[in-house]
């Protein structure tokens, strides 16, 4: 399929929806803090399988007991901060997955400042292998708390792919490489039409 189509139905759900906002203001904000990254780490684990209201109440209490840094959930450990992220679901499994990160990143790194040094390829191979991270949450990870050019494939993507026949195979890594190939290397860009799928989705799905 022609470049041109991909920056078409981007510029599509752009003039449709405008600038990403709300939930996503702080992921596709281009200067973040590292406070900010770490946020944006914290609630790409917490939003697995669970709504974006949940992931904020779960947050909000992390905040409140100034439990929002990995290197407070490093020192910490999972047991402190089950309780805390309960809201978002499974949280037993999210709090070690949040620790295990911390412990990568922290352990290996020292901080999210750091990593950003290391290539994209590597790192993504270095957290799928950290026990509750999967590839969209690396991405996810990767895109919008590290600005690597990495497109994150969803359920959204997938839905919006199958209704305008863009593909038939709709495998994460196909349909990855396929809006990779056809896009200039942009985090800016990914960030953006990533979000505005998860956007025109859900605007559907309250029709």
């Known amino acids: 399929m022609a470049k041109k189509v991909f920056l078409k139905i981007y510029q599509e759900l752009r003039e449709r929806y405008g600038k990403p906002k709300d939930q996503w203001k702080l992921w596709c904000k281009r200067k973040k803090t590292e406070r900010e990254r770490e946020w944006v780490a914290i609630e790409a684990i917490l939003t697995q399988r669970t709504n974006w209201r949940n992931v904020e109440m779960a947050m909000n209490n992390l905040k409140k007991n100034k439990l929002d ?26 709090a070690e997955c949040l620790f295990l990160l911390a412990k990568f990143i922290i352990e290996e790194h020292g901080s999210l400042k750091a990593i950003k040094r290391e290539r994209k390829e590597i790192l993504r191979e270095k957290l799928l292998r950290l026990k509750g991270i999967g590839p969209e ?50 985090f800016k860009l990914y960030q953006d039409f990533h979000a505005l799928f998860v956007i025109d989705g859900k605007r559907k799905r309250q029709k």
């Open 69 to 94: 840094s990995l290197s407070k959930i490093y020192q910490l450990g999972s047991k402190r901060i089950s309780g805390l992220i309960k809201p978002a679901g499974f949280y037993q499994q999210k």
């Open 137 to 186: 949450t690396a991405d996810s990870i990767l895109l919008y708390a590290l600005d690597k050019p990495v497109f994150v494939i969803d359920e959204y993507t997938k839905r919006f792919v199958k209704e305008r026949k863009i593909a038939d195979n709709f495998s994460y890594s196909y349909l990855q490489n396929l809006f990779e190939k056809n896009l200039k290397k942009d």
